[in-house]
């Protein structure tokens, strides 16, 4: 089955599941997952955060990377 028509089974199912929903308390949480989906991620991190992956996107672009091999070197009693 090709992914496009994985997708319209999925959205079809769930179509038919959220017509017999009649709890509102459910109804209520998809609709804010819905919001959730709709947020820019950036708006919510926190200022360290953004600073941390601006510096990284910086190092990047300098060159100032390391392969995998030496970060699990460096990361290994953490993993």
């Not at 999925?10 to 599941?17: A, F, M, S, T």
């Not at 459910?26 to 919510?44: A, D, F, P, R, T």
């Amino acid at each position: 089955m090709k992914t496009e028509s994985i997708i319209q089974s999925k959205k079809l199912e769930l179509i038919q599941w959220l017509s017999t929903i009649d709890d509102l308390t459910v109804l209520n949480k998809i609709v804010e997952l819905k919001k959730q989906e709709n947020i820019n991620w950036w708006n919510s991190i926190s200022d360290l955060e953004k600073q941390s992956i601006e510096t990284g996107l910086e190092e990047a672009e300098d060159g100032k990377l390391n392969n995998h091999s030496k970060a699990k070197q460096l990361y290994e009693k953490w993993l």
